[in-house]
């Protein structure tokens, strides 16, 4: 099932693009996208301790937002990510996709709700199987109160219209 609305939401889209997304808010999600990833990283970093791959995804996510890198080296590193995912299961996989979505936010901002989604699902997988639904929930409410306030509405309204194709994490 795709992530994403057809047609594209126009909030998620730059200015410069046609759509309504100032570059300030642009790189608000995507450091928040990876806040919400580096807070699971622990997993796949417990799993494959000399895989640096997932954690360089969001150390160049951040770096995107301050100018250092392009978009364009951003989007590569996001496959860097995926392919660290594609090597261990769990908990570890789902961390890894979490931090190949967070620096996959300077490519295509909508990939916010992805880091996030990956995030929780790595928690509740993480968990013993009766409380998983209470992790999920939980790191949902940790994600939410690292909003800023300027992106808040926003990325609590794309929850809300994506929740069903991110599995229900976001019913918090």
Sequence with gaps: MPIFTKPRDPRFITVRRGG???????????????????????FFEEAQ??????????????????GEITMRQAHKAAFVANA???????????AAYAAGQAVAVAHVAAHELGAAAYAIRAVQAAA?????????????????????DEIRELVLDDQRLRNHVCWFVFDC
């Design 20 to 42: 309504t997304l100032s570059d300030a808010n642009h790189h608000l999600l995507a450091l928040w996208a990876a806040s919400c990833a580096e807070h699971v990283l622990h």
């Design 84 to 94: 660290a995912a594609r090597e261990v299961s769990g908990a570890a996989k789902l």
């Design 49 to 66: 301790p000399e895989d640096g791959r997932p954690r360089q995804a969001i150390e160049l996510a951040r770096a995107w937002t301050r």
């Design 128 to 148: 013993p199987e009766a409380k998983r639904e209470q992790a999920g929930r939980r790191e949902c409410q940790w994600q939410r109160k690292q909003l800023p």
